[in-house]
């Protein structure tokens, strides 16, 4: 994110929040915060304001529910005791850096009016947010920071409690209006988007990186009247000037597997395919989101994927060692053989001989050496053989035993971290339960608070309910979203004719469709319960990815299996490319929970399809 995405955001946030309320603050994240706010115009909307090393970023969420920790940090309190209840007057950004502040009028204990500031600069690893006090001559104070800067941190400013704040040091580079088209002069005009051509423009040009550069000489290239450098001044007027005006709708840069990568505030006219969005909001929010970098995980979550793969590894390194067990316990066939021939041959074996040199006659006469305790005689000598080769084998037996067990812990906790990764925060409590019902986690080691509101919720549901989406077609798709769901979707929730769908060789989403009263389910429909389970699965950045199908009736659960272990036969495969555009419009038609059948309408339109 550039200067210019955060003009058009700040533009925005300014005239919807002007006059919106702070109703509370948390901070779920070491350096994230979530600003509940309400207004007329408005309604309740929550702010995500992250100060994040790598993604910083500000931007309302949708149905994101971080994960607060039990106990809100000192900045989170600092924070709702100067700033609930305060009203927000203003939002504006820092010239053309990527700094936005929220200007925010509060009451403090003794009824005076105060005028605080939220400076949140988003700039890589020196992200900070601060809270200033605005003084009756105009300065501002720093009253804390989500991240304390010392002098030995940084020698431009210090970010401490009393000190004057200092804004970020400027960076050499000038306003739009202060360049000519001879600063351009230098553009490669057979090469547009060339790196050299691109970091020109992002060393010269205030408020631009790389994303809006290369908009800037995309744009340009079509200017053939114009020479380079004046087709790139007149297209980089126009850009901003669109910024300024918001006369373009905001986008994200898709890539082939329909992840947005990129966001701006404009049309991101230069890449091959794009996604226009409502506001400069909501393209972060989604640039985020689509890639997985949405970085305000719980610190129950960061656990929970701490401690399974903690014992991931303990499991690899049993595995290892059961190998050399079994490498071991292959010389079984070796002793019973030298067994068998002592006995047969006891007689040619002289006692006190320390070994003794005998025809195998399992490989036609070859000679065999044998060796030989001197102070048995040969039976007992083949006794002793026959006792190690049993050991052996009940050893190779016992160890196998424990390397198919091993081998099934390790899918399972594979099948786990695929549904942390991908998990909601409410179902992090039932994942929790569930390897401490497997016995891989403690119950005493992660016990939660015992006031927590989400877990006295989840307490009176322990599996909670798998997620349901309705199809084009009308029909209820069902997804379990961690192992505990999956039984219970596949062999208890669903109807024995409903169609079952799972990745193939890979952990993830039992996705089951709801046949109902329908004689046949559509293809259209089937093949969106597919890009579903591609999604949710292990496979879901691959390009093409197997989905089995088959009916419920066909799936079973062996003995003594892990939860969300079944067997199932009869099946066939249908190969897809989990589309992030795709899935995001299934995602949006949420069904109702107690669907059991197709809805009257999506009834007829499958009487239509049919005939």
């Known amino acids: 994110m550039d200067g210019l995405t955060m003009r058009r955001l700040a533009n925005e946030l300014n005239s919807v929040l002007t006059g919106a309320k702070i109703e509370k603050i948390h901070q779920p994240g070491e350096r994230d915060l979530v600003i509940s706010l309400r207004s007329p115009g408005l309604g309740s909307r929550r702010l995500l304001v992250s100060a994040h090393k790598q993604f910083a970023r500000m931007h309302f969420l949708a149905n994101e529910k971080p994960d607060n920790p039990p106990e809100p940090p000192m900045f989170c309190m600092l924070l709702r005791k100067h700033l609930e ?26 009824g005076d009016v105060r005028l605080y500031s939220l400076v949140c600069e988003m700039m890589g690893r020196h992200s900070n947010v601060i809270l200033c006090r605005t003084s009756d001559s105009g ?29 970020p040091p400027a960076q050499p580079k000038q306003a739009i209006e202060d360049l000519t088209k001879g600063s351009f002069a ?39 009247t114009l020479d380079a450098g004046e087709a790139v001044l007149r297209s980089a007027e126009e850009l901003i000037a669109s910024v300024e005006k918001g006369t ?16 701006a505030p404009f049309l991101v ?34 656990e929970l994927v701490r401690v399974v793969a903690d014992q991931m590894d303990r499991l690899r390194g049993k595995r290892v060692k059961l190998e050399a067990s079994l490498a071991d316990s292959a010389d079984e066939e070796r002793y019973r053989v030298q067994a068998e021939l002592l006995t ?28 030989l305790d001197p ?7 083949a006794q002793r053989y026959f006792k190690l080769a049993t050991k052996r084998k009940r050893a190779q037996t016992a160890v196998a035993q424990q390397m198919e067990e091993t081998e099934r812990d390790l899918a399972y906790l594979e099948a786990v971290m695929q549904s942390l990764a991908d998990t909601s925060l409410d179902n992090l409590e039932q994942i929790r339960r569930e390897l401490i019902s497997q016995g891989f986690l403690t119950a005493k080691a992660q016990r939660r608070q015992a006031g927590s509101r989400r877990g006295r919720e989840t307490a009176r549901d322990p599996e909670g309910k798998p997620a349901a989406y309705l199809s084009e077609d009308g029909f209820v798709i069902r997804v379990g979203r961690n192992n505990l769901q999956n039984d219970r979707l596949t062999l208890r929730a669903s109807a024995k004719h409903d169609l079952w769908l799972h990745v193939k060789g890979e952990p993830g989403s039992h996705v089951v469709i709801e046949r109902g009263r329908a004689e046949r389910i559509p293809e259209s429909t089937i093949e969106e319960a597919a890009l579903l389970a591609a999604y949710f699965s292990r496979a879901r950045d691959s390009a093409t990815v197997p989905v089995d199908i088959t009916e419920v009736r066909n799936v079973w659960k062996p003995n003594g299996a892990r939860p969300g272990f079944v067997l199932y036969d009869q099946q066939r495969t249908l190969f897809v490319t989990p589309d992030r555009t795709e899935v995001e419009s299934i995602l949006q038609r949420r069904a109702d929970a107690k669907h059991d059948e197709p809805t009257p309408p999506a009834q007829a339109k499958l009487k239509e399809r049919w005939t």
């Open 85 to 110: 209840g305060g009203r927000i007057v203003g939002v504006e950004q820092q010239g053309w850096d990527r700094v936005i502040e929220l200007h925010i009028e509060s009451i403090d204990e003794l």
């Open 139 to 167: 300065s501002q104070g720093v009253v804390d920071a989500i991240v304390r800067v010392t002098e030995a941190m940084s020698r431009h400013r210090e970010v401490l409690p009393g000190c004057t704040y200092v804004p």
């Open 186 to 224: 230098a553009v490669d005009a057979d090469h547009w988007l060339s790196r050299p051509n691109v970091m020109l423009i992002v060393e010269r040009l205030s408020g631009v990186g790389p994303v809006s550069a290369r908009e800037i000489l995309f744009r340009a290239s079509h200017m053939s």
């Open 248 to 263: 373009e709708r905001p986008s994200v840069a898709i890539d082939e597997m329909g992840r947005a990568v990129e966001c």
């Open 269 to 302: 006219t230069h890449r091959n395919r794009y996604a226009d969005c409502p506001d400069m909001s909501e393209a972060i929010r989604r640039r985020f989101a689509d890639t997985g970098e949405v970085l305000y995980h719980s610190r129950l979550q960061d």
């Open 344 to 371: 047969a041959y006891a007689y040619v074996v002289q006692k006190g001989a320390s070994r003794v040199e005998l025809p195998n006659y399992y490989r036609d006469g070859e000679m065999l050496q044998i060796e």
């Open 375 to 381: 102070a048995l005689d040969a039976i007992a000598n």
